[in-house]
């Protein structure tokens, strides 16, 4: 079955660092991933989806990369702020471009420290 | 994008009573998701909700405890049956436009079971 493995733990870095997040999947090809931020007590907020043809996306200071070969996606948070402190998690769609249905991994939690 | 409500967005019940989660969405949307999130996990799919016929389950979850009902395309509920404690639990309705796009979640259902 599908598995997907996201950075077990917490990554703390200094404001103003690059922060970048690791996705990992196999026994999958999946048509496309997207990266969702989920603040406590909040349900996950989409930021970006990439397809499986493209190499790289951006969106102001977030960034991600889908290397299909690797199965690995990597996400990254540019000159990140306190404000960018949240949990991110990954998803794969569950069936090749259908049903819409997805995937997500356990997420990673980033803090960034003043 | 599309603005989801979901209600309640709490409660604490009883080992044995059931419960419904109503999600209400601001525009008519295809696709239609329920989630639950055990604390410090990831989502896990219960099962889609489709418009005008039964709920498409996932491996693990059975109508009989989730029972959903989806009578037209902006709204839904999920019932919790029959609760005991390992119910205890967030439990996230979301919506997509497509097959290949994001998905849009609400804030959550934070239930407890004494």
């Known amino acids: 079955s599908q598995k997907i493995e996201q950075n077990s733990e917490a990554l703390n870095i200094q404001e103003g660092k690059t922060a970048t997040l690791t996705c990992n999947y196999t026994n999958y090809s999946p048509a496309y991933l997207q990266w969702y931020r989920q603040d406590p007590g909040r349900g996950p907020v989409f930021l970006l989806l990439i397809r499986e043809n493209e190499k790289e996306k951006r969106k102001e200071r977030l960034k991600v990369t889908f290397d299909t070969t690797l199965k690995q996606s990597l996400f990254h948070i540019t000159a990140s702020q306190p404000a960018d402190s949240a949990t991110y998690l990954c998803?794969?769609?569950?069936?090749?471009?259908?049903?819409?249905?997805?995937?997500f991994g356990q997420g990673t939690e980033l803090s960034v420290k003043p | 994008s599309a603005v989801i409500s979901q209600k309640p967005s709490r409660d604490i019940c009883q080992r044995g009573t059931s419960l419904t989660i109503q999600c209400q969405v601001d525009?008519?949307?295809?696709?239609m998701f329920w989630y639950r999130q055990q604390p410090g996990q990831s989502l896990t799919l219960i099962a889609t909700a489709n418009q005008g016929s039964e709920a498409t389950y996932e491996s693990g979850f059975v109508i009989d405890k989730f029972p959903i009902s989806r009578p037209n395309l902006t709204f839904s509920t999920l019932t919790v049956s029959n609760m005991s404690p390992e119910d205890s639990s967030i439990y996230l309705c979301?919506?997509?436009?497509?097959?290949?796009?994001?998905?849009?979640f609400g804030d959550g259902t934070r239930l407890s079971i004494l």
């Open positions: 525009s008519q949307v295809t696709m």
């Open positions: 979301s919506v997509s436009l497509g097959s290949n796009q994001p998905q849009h």
């Open positions: 998803a794969l769609d569950a069936f090749y471009n259908q049903g819409g249905k997805l995937i």
